[in-house]
């Protein structure tokens, strides 16, 4: 049983930078997920630590930027120039499968316990 534990986040200015960190074992597929309120959770970032592979939604690309760090063994996400539509909750994902970005929340069996992100205009 994968234990996924967040830290960080928090309230910041738009244009603003924050780190979430998750830490967490190293597992085949890695993700960040979000859900603001009245919406569906969302695929913001994901990797594939073996191999170095990540994936981005459109919205977030060239803005935030998804790392795991072996030595510290944290599932990181570096999120610069926000906006206030980023505000959400941020969820950690993990799973031992393939593909698991492809399967959207499904594709995930672990999770952290969320951390809220707010992103004031």
């Known amino acids: 049983q994968m234990q996924l534990k967040q830290s960080g986040g928090g309230s910041v200015q738009a244009g603003g930078s924050l780190r979430l960190s998750c830490t967490s074992s190293?597992?085949?597929?890695m993700a960040w997920f979000r859900q603001a309120p009245g919406k569906e959770r969302e695929g913001v970032a994901g990797?594939?630590?073996?191999?170095?592979?990540?994936n981005y939604a459109d919205s977030v690309k060239g803005r935030f930027t998804i790392s795991y760090d072996n030595a510290k063994k944290t599932l990181d996400l570096e999120m610069n120039s926000l906006k206030p539509e980023d505000t959400a909750v941020y969820y950690c994902?993990?799973?031992?499968?393939?593909?698991?970005?492809?399967?959207?929340?499904?594709?995930?069996?672990?999770w952290g316990q969320g951390t809220q992100v707010t992103v004031s205009s």
């Open positions: 994902a993990a799973d031992s499968g393939a593909d698991c970005w492809d399967h959207g929340t499904r594709g995930f069996a672990y």
């Open positions: 190293k597992s085949s597929c």
């Open positions: 990797i594939y630590p073996w191999t170095g592979d990540t």
